[in-house]
């Protein structure tokens, strides 16, 4: 599992309230990712990192924001859920040598009601 | 613009059945293609690369650079072949993005 670890799993909450999701790896990673997946849309990239303080967006970065403070730790904020954001977030890390490999987490199930 | 394009959305097939996934892909340059699957209530992880050109689980992908298409291949399918597959790009973008298709469920009935 490339030792990457996301929380929380689950997660019910109003539109409007903010929300974090956290993915933590322990194998000291440049490059952490945050992926949606939607049916009928894969898997879409949100943000990437390619080490601390250094963020990118991704093509749906809109309504989310990222943050990056030490390496092990790449944050997921939501200010203010909407339904739209309704969706199983991934986080990410890309392997080392040059394969391109990216490694998963086991997903953040979201529902905003 | 980088693009990758999975026309099925589900694929039915019965066991021992061949099975072809479609991947199609828009990119400029030399690109990097990558199958992922995705077991029920399991994380996405790699099935194959095209530039290892090798067979995992009996699955095969020929990268074509005419037609742009990566299908993923394999002569006989068995039911714990069912799972989402996804087709995913990488260019020479900074950051090792992949770009993903839209996924195709493969079903494998007995």
């Known amino acids: 599992d490339a030792g990457i670890t996301q929380s929380p799993r689950h997660k019910v909450t109003e539109t409007g309230t903010p929300v974090t999701l956290r993915c933590h790896q322990t194998?000291?990673?440049?490059?952490m990712y945050w992926y949606r997946q939607d049916p009928g849309h894969g898997l879409r990239l949100i943000h990437y990192?390619?080490?601390?303080?250094?963020?990118d967006k991704g093509e749906v970065s809109d309504g989310y924001s990222v943050s990056r403070s030490k390496t092990e730790d790449f944050l997921l904020t939501l200010e203010s859920a909407t339904s739209s954001q309704t969706s199983v977030y991934f986080c990410?890390?890309?392997?080392?040598?040059?394969?391109?490999?990216?490694?998963f987490g086991e997903g953040s199930r979201l529902t905003v009601l | 613009a980088q693009r990758v394009t999975q026309p099925e959305k589900l694929l039915s097939v019965f066991k021992g059945a061949p099975v072809e996934l479609k991947c199609n892909y828009s990119?400029?340059?030399?690109?990097?293609l990558f199958w992922y699957v995705q077991y029920s209530r399991q994380r996405l992880q790699l099935l194959l690369r095209?530039?290892s050109r090798e067979s995992i689980k009996g699955f095969t992908a020929d990268l074509n650079k005419g037609e742009t298409s990566f299908h993923l291949k394999k002569p006989f399918a068995q039911e714990e072949d069912s799972a989402m597959y996804y087709c995913?790009?990488?260019?020479?973008?900074?950051?090792?993005?992949?770009?993903f298709g839209q996924g195709t469920e493969l079903s494998v009935k007995p």
């Open positions: 990410a890390i890309r392997g080392r040598g040059n394969t391109g490999e990216l490694f």
């Open positions: 194998e000291n990673h440049r490059y």
């Open positions: 990192s390619y080490g601390v303080k250094d963020t």
């Open positions: 990119y400029s340059g030399s690109p990097e």
């Open positions: 095209h530039i």
């Open positions: 995913a790009l990488s260019g020479n973008n900074q950051g090792g993005k992949l770009i």
